[in-house]
């Protein structure tokens, strides 16, 4: 009996300290996380005294919007030139870290025939361009690490603010947009174009019509080999931050789609996820070329798994290192129907699911294959969302990745005239950045689970559904 007991208490202690040692032993003091029943939990802050939800939030409307852009290298040209093309719009500021880039948006000003605007130039020129009384919107398109500083600034200084993706980079900021968001009643939009691809916007509004019956898993990606762009980085700021940088850093323009469809916190919310990436080489031989680094923290291929908390799945994935075609993804699995993007466009629908209407003469369905080219066409044309049957033929004609960029901005200024809850939130800002050093951890943690934070803070039920408000 002695003996028994001895040898229990043996292994008890054994026991308590090989889970000591794997809950504990990784989890570094200081950092904000920590271990609990098996999972990562990262810091959630209580919202501060006078601090008010912004979910559907609308601002007073705004009959002509004054519009500020920071950042002018690579995509900040083509948004100046956008807006040049909507009306109620006017550009009053334009800030870069160099003169030539200013000049650059002053010449598509003036091809537009539009007011030359005010040029701020240097690190800290946007302070000014914030500090302005004559502006209402600031349109942010900088390098990533800037996004959530200057956003921040703007909004402090009573501007509403659209930040480029990712809109965070880290879990701190993205609690740092939501309480400033929430404290200064602005809105803080980020640009995820995606969510306004022809495609994904039809197949949204065929989900919220039922046509895939219940969706169970959904998945994204960014795959996009970056070789023959690595250079045109300013500064070399991207693949200095990959370097430094381990987990699924670019999920948004694969994520933002399917969270929609999912109605992340409109009824649905992410519980947790666990990541796994692979070593990096591709990675690691560009940054031992430009920068003669010997380590590099981001994998050449990334693989997110996340649970909501109705029971769905969604897998993101992120690769800019390896020769691929270009795929963001985009499926949905659903019990009665699938979408499918990349590499291959179509549907797959059970017998009878379609409408009669809909489907062309004699056409039958397959729930084993895709739907032929001609029964997608006609289910694409009767399920066209209303915004790109209000806007599609101006926004192929103005373009930004084949239209989606314009429909964007179309319709973050359409809310702003008509005083409307915006499309995308503060918190979807939030949720689809924070997958950033979520993963990262996971990852770092071999896999271990981590929870996603509530950044409505526990609002996450109270909206019902994504909508695109009008007026």
Sequence with gaps: ???????????AILLVGAMQSCNQAPIIEGENYSFQDGMIVFDEPARVEGQQSMLGFAAEPIPVVRVGFIGLGMRGPGAVNRFTHLEGVEIKGLCDLEQSNVDKCQEILA??????????????????????????????????????????????????VAVEVPAATSVEECWQLVDTSERTRRHCMMLENCVYDFFELTSLNMAQQGLFGEILHAEGAYIHNLSDYWNDYYG???????????????????????????????????????????KSVNGLEWAQKKMGSTEFANGDHTNTLIKTELGQTIELQHNVYTPRPYNRLYQLTGTKGFAN?????????????LPDEVLPEGATINPHGFVSD???????????????????????TVGGHGGMDFVMDYRLIYCLHNGLPLDQDVYDAAEWSCIGELSATSAKHNSIPVAVPDFTRGDWNKLQGVKFHTK
Excluded at 246 to 252: K, P, Q, S
Excluded at 376 to 396: F, N, R
């Design 341 to 353: 993007k990349y590499p291959i466009t179509g549907y797959t629908f059970m017998p009878g699911q």
């Design 374 to 396: 001609e029964v997608k066409e006609a289910v694409m044309a009767a399920y066209k969302h209303p915004i790109h049957q209000e806007i599609e033929e101006k926004a192929k």
């Design 111 to 160: 091809q537009a025939n539009l007011p030359k605007a005010e040029g701020y130039v240097g690190p800290e020129a946007y302070k000014q361009l914030c500090e302005r009384d004559d502006i209402d919107l600031i349109y942010i398109a900088t390098d990533w690490v800037h996004h959530v500083p200057i956003a921040v600034y703007a909004m402090e200084h009573g501007k509403h």
């Design 1 to 11: 009996m002695k003996k028994f007991n001895l040898l229990t208490l043996l292994c």
């Design 236 to 278: 070399n700021w991207r693949l200095d931050f990959n370097q430094k940088h381990r987990g699924d850093v670019y999920a948004t323009h694969g994520f933002g789609p399917v969270c929609q469809a999912l109605n992340i916190h409109r009824g649905n919310r992410l519980n947790y996820l666990v990541c796994m990436d692979t």
